[in-house]
T-cell receptor, first 115, second 113 residues
Framework: EPEVTQTPSHQVTQMGQEVILRCVPI?????FYWYRQILGQKVEFLVS????????KSEIFDDQFSVERPDGSNFTLKIRSTKLEDSAMYFC?????????????FGAGTRLSVL | AQKITQTQPGMFVQEKEAVTLDCTYD???????LFWYKQPSSGEMIFLIY??????QNATEGRYSLNFQKARKSANLVISASQLGDSAMYFC??????????FGSGTQLTVLP
């Protein structure tokens, strides 16, 4: 069964460092998303990406964040200068916009720990 | 703007019994979808079931069914014949004209042997 793959599963970084979280969406999906979940809280939308550009973004997704689809399979989230409050689980998701149902399939997540 | 409310922070159910997890939503979009996801202690988000706002029938997927009451803006998840492996956090979510999902705060379900 096709699945969304995220690497690494756990990333530890120092405050102020740049991190890149990687995702391989389901191969025939065209819509990609990043969400985050601070420990013990609800899942929050960060950004959606379609047709090689950002489709929607939340107010959390400020200038410190960027997304890229560097090739035909990968989708990345970059945090330019990490802060302590960026510590969270980051989920990548993908969906097929050709279907009426906007079912988003999530990866297993990357746990980011900023020290 | 979308809003999802899950009023049950924790629920307990005996193995093999049915349980209902509550979800109410608020949206101004005429067309929307409602979703349930399961998050086990390992952390991944597993899609369970989807209901479209114009679907005439309640959605079912195996032991999961969605009790959709549009006038009440509720989309409760019913799990029949609970199993120990059903113990997890359950999130209700919706979308609208924008495709991003808005999640509720979740319900922690514990299945007792």
């Amino acid at each position: 069964e096709p699945e969304v793959t995220q690497t690494p599963s756990h990333q530890v970084t120092q405050m102020g460092q740049e991190v890149i979280l990687r995702c391989v969406p389901i191969s025939n999906h065209l819509y990609f998303y990043w969400y985050r979940q601070i420990l013990g809280q609800k899942v929050e939308f960060l950004v959606s990406f379609y047709n090689n550009e950002i489709s929607e973004k939340s107010e959390i997704f400020d200038d410190q964040f960027s997304v890229e689809r560097p090739d035909g399979s990968n989708f990345t989230l970059k945090i330019r200068s990490t802060k302590l409050e960026d510590s969270a689980m980051y989920f990548c998701a993908s969906s097929d916009p050709r279907l009426a149902k906007n079912i988003q399939y999530f990866g297993a997540g990357t746990r980011l720990s900023v020290l | 703007a979308q809003k999802i409310t899950q009023t049950q922070p924790g629920m307990f159910v005996q193995e093999k019994e049915a349980v209902t997890l509550d979800c109410t939503y608020d949206t101004s979009d005429p067309s929307y979808g409602l979703f349930w996801y399961k998050q086990p202690s390992s952390g991944e988000m597993i899609f369970l079931i989807y209901q479209g706002s114009y679907d005439q029938q309640n959605a079912t997927e195996g032991r999961y069914s969605l009790n959709f009451q549009k006038a009440r803006k509720s989309a409760n998840l019913v799990i029949s014949a609970s199993q120990l492996g059903d113990s997890a956090m359950y999130f209700c979510a919706n979308d609208g004209s924008a495709r991003q999902l808005t999640f509720g705060s979740g319900t922690q379900l514990t299945v007792l042997p």
